[in-house]
């Protein structure tokens, strides 16, 4: 009787225990960097909105008279993907009774964001002229979806136009020697 009693103290500690120890993996994935909206690195927009998006400059001077700032960040994860992650882990340290934080902890470590180091240069308007990224190139220009079918080839929006066919043209269609159809 008293083996009894005992394993079920043991059987009702470990749980206990489990119970305690999970969330250390989710909360650990519900605290990781936000993404940052990358778009304001594009040409034109003004230096208080990129100021807003990356916070102040760790560097910052200026040269012939426009402002050139450096940013160092790191680049996070959507709302999204931090909850699905969290619910993941909450879900793993049930389904094993705690065990899960041994693998779920150190991968969250791991997964904590992107460093993006970049050089923001701005014209005299205050405006984002170009950007040089010193660190971090995949998290500021992500690859494309499906950009490994193409391996080199340019992009549609790299790809010269044609003029368009005068009015009284037909298009005609060429064989090019790469084997595409080309229009002209």
Not at 89 to 113: I, Q, R, S, Y
Not at 121 to 130: F, I, K, P
Request: hydrophobic share 40%; charged share 25%; glycine share 8%.
């Amino acid at each position: 009787m008293e083996y009894y009693t005992s394993g079920r103290i043991a059987i009702a500690a470990s749980l206990l225990v489990a119970m305690l120890v999970s969330g250390c993996a989710a909360v650990k994935a519900t605290r990781q960097p936000g993404k940052r909206d990358m778009s304001v690195l594009l040409s034109g927009v003004p230096r208080n909105h990129v100021i807003a998006e990356f916070g102040a400059p760790t560097y910052s001077e200026e040269r012939n008279g426009a402002k050139v700032d450096v940013f160092s960040f790191k680049q996070g994860y959507t709302k999204t993907t931090k909850a699905a992650r969290a619910m993941f882990h909450g879900a793993a340290d049930v389904a094993t009774l705690g065990l899960w934080e041994v693998v779920g902890l150190p991968a969250e470590t791991l997964a904590d964001g992107t460093d993006v180091k970049v050089e923001v240069h701005y014209d005299l308007a205050n405006q984002v002229d170009r950007v040089i990224v010193i660190e971090g190139e995949k998290a500021v220009h992500p690859p494309k979806l499906l950009d490994f079918a193409r391996r080199g080839e340019p992009s549609p929006i790299d790809a010269p136009k044609s003029s368009p066919p005068l009015p009284d043209q037909e298009p005609e269609a060429i064989m090019a020697s790469d084997g595409k159809v080309r229009v002209r």
